[in-house]
């Protein structure tokens, strides 16, 4: 079992920076790839970025590649989206997730938090 808990979420202008985490508790943190995934409105859910349990290897979608930073440190067992350069198609609510195995695996895990809101204002 994993729990997660995101925060950090909020309203910014275009152009503007947030950074989102992650809180995770229950399995071991440093055992398990994290990820990121948001669902805008109206949209599917949609993957953004990964980070494999050593924090080594990453892998981002191409549409936040050079503007978003996914980051995580196993010594507080929390996980990091920094996001810069934000634009209004970023608006989505935002969720960490928990994968099954040290490395992404092109599917999502069982584990996911609530999520938190980002709204990008044009």
């Known amino acids: 079992q994993v729990q997660l808990v995101e925060s950090g979420g909020g309203l910014v202008q275009a152009g503007g920076s947030l950074r989102l985490s992650c809180a995770a508790s229950?399995?071991?943190?440093?055992?398990?790839?994290m990820g990121w995934y948001r669902q805008g409105p109206g949209k599917e859910r949609e993957f953004v970025a990964t980070?494999?349990?050593?924090?080594?290897?990453?892998m981002y979608t191409d549409s936040v590649k050079g503007r978003f930073t996914i980051s995580r440190d196993n010594a507080k067992n929390t996980l990091y989206l920094q996001m810069n350069s934000l634009k209004p198609e970023d608006t989505a609510i935002y969720y960490c997730?928990?994968?099954?195995?040290?490395?992404?695996?092109?599917?999502?895990?069982?584990?996911w938090g609530q999520g938190t809101q980002v709204t990008v204002s044009s």
């Open positions: 229950g399995r071991t943190f440093n055992s398990y790839a």
């Open positions: 980070i494999s349990w050593s924090g080594s290897s990453t």
């Open positions: 997730n928990a994968m099954a195995g040290r490395y992404y695996s092109g599917k999502p895990g069982n584990y």
